[in-house]
């Protein structure tokens, strides 16, 4: 991964997609093997599941539209590999915006409490 | 991950006092760091400017959505891209909302407190990559981040 990555993160890349393409347990799975940075093909993906190759693919595809993961070819094997920058924009919004909560939370409670 | 945020604090002080510091717009001020203009009123515009040092020229700009009195207080509020001052343009009209609400519950000692802020999903793409000009900790760092991340989560 390099921060020169290609046009793909220019992509308009909907919140709302993200969210839900995170919100199932096997394509958490599948970011957390992708999370190394390696491209990897879909038999490697599947191997150690219990769900089948096409069931992974369609869970790929999920993940694909949300900009999460992107489909790269080498030779003939089509690879996956992740796209960090929308999960780790939004996650990095969030966090700041907690981190404003709990400022001004704290300032709460010492207000009353005083 | 989650597409919310949710705060509990415990305070030792009665429901009614905290009720009064969140729903009292001078109190609310105190601590939230705004003067605002007015009440809070039920379905009405709460307008002022932040306080918070370095941030004065930014404006504060909500709709109360509910004041249910001492059980819960709720807002939406608009998200603007960039705080620069530069940039920034004051301009909430077309801005994305999140639903902010504050639970009120008696507790032994005082009160249980619980803020969630809710909607992020609605927030436009470019809201990542202002976060990632922001941010100088480099690809790895990120792939690092996300694979504590999702292991947290799953």
């Known amino acids: 991964m390099s921060p020169s990555l290609p046009s793909a993160g220019r992509r308009r890349i909907d919140h709302a997609l993200v969210f839900a393409a995170l919100g199932d347990e096997t394509r958490l799975a599948l970011i957390a093997k992708l999370a190394g940075g390696e491209p990897r093909s879909i038999s490697q993906l599947t191997a150690g599941s219990k769900l089948t190759r096409q069931a992974i693919t369609k869970h790929l595809r999920v993940l694909e539209s949300a900009g999460v993961v992107r489909g790269v070819r080498e030779g003939r094997e089509s690879l996956f590999e992740l796209d960090p920058r929308p999960i780790a924009g939004l996650r990095q919004y969030l966090e700041s915006v907690s981190k404003q909560w709990d400022e001004a939370l704290g300032r709460l409670k010492a207000l009353v409490e005083r | ?154």
Not at chain 2, 61 to 84: C, I, L, N, Y
Not at chain 2, 114 to 128: K, N
Not at chain 2, 133 to 143: A, H, L, T
């Open chain 2, 1 to 154: 991950m989650n597409d919310r945020i949710e705060k509990r604090i415990e305070i030792k002080a009665p429901v009614s006092r905290v009720w009064r510091a969140i729903t009292d717009y001078r109190e609310f001020g105190e601590w939230f760091r705004v003067r605002l203009e007015g009440p809070f009123v039920e379905g009405q515009v709460s307008s002022g400017m932040i306080t918070y040092p370095g941030y004065e020229y930014v404006k504060w700009e909500a709709r109360v959505q509910k004041m249910e009195p001492e059980k819960m207080f709720s807002f939406t509020w608009g998200h603007v891209k960039a705080f620069d001052k530069e940039t920034y343009s004051g301009d909430y009209s077309n801005a994305p909302t999140t639903l902010v609400e504050f639970r009120l519950e008696a507790t032994k000692d005082g009160t249980l407190l619980t803020l969630t802020e809710s909607g992020f999903e609605q927030l436009p793409a470019d809201f990542r990559d202002e976060a990632f000009r922001r941010n100088d900790g480099g690809w790895s760092e990120q792939m690092k981040n996300i694979e504590s991340h999702v292991a947290k989560s799953s």
